[in-house]
């Protein structure tokens, strides 16, 4: 039987045990999946704007901020992370935004929440799209001139 050592796991012939069944596959599925996520050609731009005072006043940080991970090779969004957005806001960002190139994807991203999205914060979440554009617009200039893209 093994010892039990509060500052070394559990042995058995020497051998660290590793968790069986469900959570040791859970385990090395997260282990192959955060490999896999990895993706040195992209770039992540931010964009934020002021929340309403009535929201703010809730919210720590008082601010939107919306997070995309492009592609430089076709200039497409292959991942986004935002703050202070509800679920289902977030939703039709992610369906309107994933896999479409940055210009496009941000403009049917603003015409879907215009249309679909009602809630206080609708203008700050269209107002920090528009400053993803403007950060990607800016990063695309300093890129050209180091040679990057």
Request: glycine share 6%.
């Amino acid at each position: 039987m093994a010892k039990r050592n509060s500052k070394k796991a559990d042995t058995m012939d020497g051998k660290p045990e590793r968790p069986t069944g469900r959570l040791g596959s859970i385990i090395s599925k997260k282990t192959k999946r955060s490999k896999c996520n990895l993706r040195p050609e992209t770039i992540v731009i931010t964009g934020s704007a002021r929340l309403p005072e009535d929201v703010a006043a809730k919210d720590a940080c008082g601010c939107v901020t919306i997070e995309l991970e492009v592609d430089l090779a076709d200039k497409a969004i292959v991942d986004i992370s935002c703050t202070s957005v509800p679920t289902l806001g977030e939703k039709i960002l992610r369906n309107s935004l994933l896999g479409n190139e940055i210009a496009e994807g941000i403009e049917e991203a603003i015409t879907q929440l215009d249309g679909r999205f009602f809630n206080v914060a609708k203008r700050a979440v269209i107002a920090a799209l528009e400053d993803v554009y403007r950060c990607y617009k800016k990063s695309l200039k300093k890129a050209v001139s180091r040679n990057i893209v």
